[in-house]
């Protein structure tokens, strides 16, 4: 598994701790220090800075998702799959550190695995759409 996949991967299970539990950024954080992964400065650096970012910009994020999934409100989403949209919100928008098609590859991979048989579609057609919508470098 690739490092940032990694760091993903924690990311999405921070932000879905931070959206079914009442559980503050700070103490997230402090947990997932001490997983394994964070050993690498690097791997903890990219999913710190994914995290915080996805924290501090969820309700732009979720205007970003909300305005782009049509029949759909936020809630009515599994929350893995909110958590894996916020997370390639984040980047596509705020990051922009990777390429798009890399950031909607990630997202898809990461529905597939960690929720349920339809996600993986879904996502991408959300994905997609903020690319086109954001005239976003490198969409699909």
């Not at 402090?30 to 309700?59: C, D, H, M, P, W």
Request: proline residues 2%.
């Amino acid at each position: 598994m690739s490092k940032r996949r990694l760091a993903r991967e924690n990311c999405l299970q921070s932000l879905y701790l931070a959206d079914i539990s009442t559980l503050e950024t700070p103490d997230i954080l402090a947990i997932f220090q001490l997983q394994e992964f964070a050993l690498e400065e690097s791997v903890f650096g990219f999913y710190k800075n994914l995290f915080t970012a996805a924290v501090s910009n969820r309700e732009k994020i979720d205007g970003i998702i909300t305005a782009t999934s049509r029949n759909w409100d936020l809630e009515r989403m599994s929350a893995t799959d909110r958590c894996v949209l916020r997370l390639a919100v984040c980047e596509m928008m705020f990051l922009e550190d990777a390429p798009v098609p890399v950031i909607i590859d990630e997202a898809i991979e990461l529905a597939k695995k960690y929720s349920t048989e339809n996600s993986g579609k879904f996502v991408n057609g959300v994905l997609d759409s903020v690319a086109k919508q954001h005239n976003l470098k490198n969409s699909t």
